[in-house]
């Protein structure tokens, strides 16, 4: 149908994991270097010590947007959101499957999108500009408009490695959404701006869709994607876990099914640095009346409960807990740590917990998740990554205190004990 602009016909992608220590993905790509080595290793007859697994980032997924969707991508972090906007923004290739879109497109996948940092924010509107295809007199035409709607006059003749991170994305986004494109994929760059710059850029978005454009949202917070999206679809490890539907109906999914695994197996987070002796078993947030949480709300009252399993049959003697909070991308913003009451506990053989007690969480909206560290006289003694992986949302107005000489870490009030 001439309505279509984007067709998804059994689209996927893998990439290389190696074995050899490294840590991350090597993608399917080839280039010199890579086939010199390729010969190398062909000609040597010794043994190789690794090995190459495949991991797929997308399966066989299908799917059409029609002119004026504005369609949700939600799902957990891994589930493949990011990779296939990459895709669709030919930013990468897909290992099989194809993507077909009709119409302009604007991409707006990270901070500052086609822009250099040598250059002065003026240079880079017209970088990023002719990266996302427009011509220089069409950026001519608009320069003024982009200019005014990202606020960064001040700054427009100083180079962009001088600007703070919530000032690039204001002019990358600035440049994007004055592209007047048919299709507009944007993964989750605006939890960078300020709450009024976000306000302005949904609206924008708003506007290419009642121009007939068709958008491609990622957020982790689902009080946008039900605000802003008349369409969502839920990703799961790289399938479609709930095709494209109903917002309300994709959310409900996506909490109900994907989401929900916070106190239910603690094996489900990433373990390293355990000893054996004692071990994290189990780990579930509450709120004031006990009731088991799926998501975060800010400045509402959370419980943070840790459980753990004393093997030795002798008495546990100064342990400590910390709990790290962290964004999408991997930087800490919160650091609960039991050691902030002056005390080390003790337990006797058996299990026993540690509960943390916050009574306004100062969180931003947006996407986190929670690693558990388990301490003996200061030795770390078990470690649990992405233990809880979720969202919060925007609760109650609530302003959040920065820790001297931490930037980006946030003061929270917390009391702990142990039973």
């Not at 950026?139 to 408009?145: L, P, R, T, V």
């Not at 440049?175 to 850029?201: C, I, M, T, W, Y």
Request: glycine share 10%; charged share 25%.
């Amino acid at each position: 149908m001439n309505d279509i602009v984007i067709r998804v016909n059994k689209l996927s992608k893998s990439y290389k994991i190696n074995s050899y220590g490294q840590r991350g993905l090597r993608k399917n790509r080839r280039i010199l270097s890579q086939d010199l080595s390729r010969l190398v290793r062909k000609s040597n007859t010794k043994p190789q010590l690794g090995r190459n697994d495949i991991f797929w980032a997308l399966k066989d997924i299908s799917f059409q947007v029609r002119e004026g969707d504005v369609v949700g991508i939600i799902g957990s972090n891994g589930a493949g959101k990011s990779t296939l906007l990459k895709i669709l923004s030919r930013i990468t290739e897909p290992t099989s499957g194809r993507a077909e879109i009709y119409g302009r497109v604007g991409s707006l996948l990270e901070v500052g999108t086609g822009f250099h940092s040598e250059l002065t924010g003026r240079e880079n509107i017209f970088v990023g500009g002719a990266v996302l295809g427009m011509a220089r007199k069409e950026i001519n035409q608009k320069f003024d408009e982009i200019v005014d709607f990202s606020g960064v006059e001040k700054f427009l003749d100083t180079p962009v490695k001088r600007f703070s991170s919530g000032m690039e994305i204001r002019l990358a986004f600035s440049v994007a959404a004055h592209l007047n494109p048919q299709v507009l994929l944007v993964d989750e760059v605006l939890s960078v701006g300020d709450a009024a710059f976000r306000k302005k850029s949904l609206r924008k978005i708003q506007d290419v869709s009642l121009d007939g454009g068709a958008i491609l949202f990622v957020s982790h917070n689902m009080t946008t994607v039900s605000a802003l999206c008349n369409r969502a679809m839920v990703l799961n490890q790289g399938e479609i876990e709930f095709p494209i539907g109903p917002v309300a109906e994709s959310i409900d999914h996506y909490l109900t099914n994907v989401q929900n695994s916070v106190g239910k197996d603690i094996n489900k987070g990433r373990r390293s640095k355990q000893t054996g002796k004692i071990l994290i078993t189990g780990f579930g947030v509450y709120d004031q009346n006990n009731k088991l949480l799926e998501g975060l709300s800010s400045g509402e009252s959370v419980k943070f409960q840790i459980e753990y399993e004393n093997n030795d049959s002798h008495k546990a003697k100064n342990l400590n807990a910390s709990i790290l909070i962290k964004t999408s991308n991997g930087n800490i913003i919160a650091n609960l740590d039991s050691r902030v009451t002056n005390e080390n506990f003790n337990n006797s053989s058996g299990p026993g917990e540690f509960i943390c007690r916050v009574q306004k969480l100062p969180l931003a909206p947006g996407s986190v998740n929670i690693t558990l560290v388990l301490r003996q006289e200061s030795q770390v003694i078990d470690l649990v990554e992405d233990v809880f992986v979720g969202f919060v949302d925007g609760g109650q107005s609530f302003a959040s205190q920065q820790i001297e000489g931490f930037p980006g870490l946030i003061q929270i009030d917390q009391e702990w004990k142990i039973t």
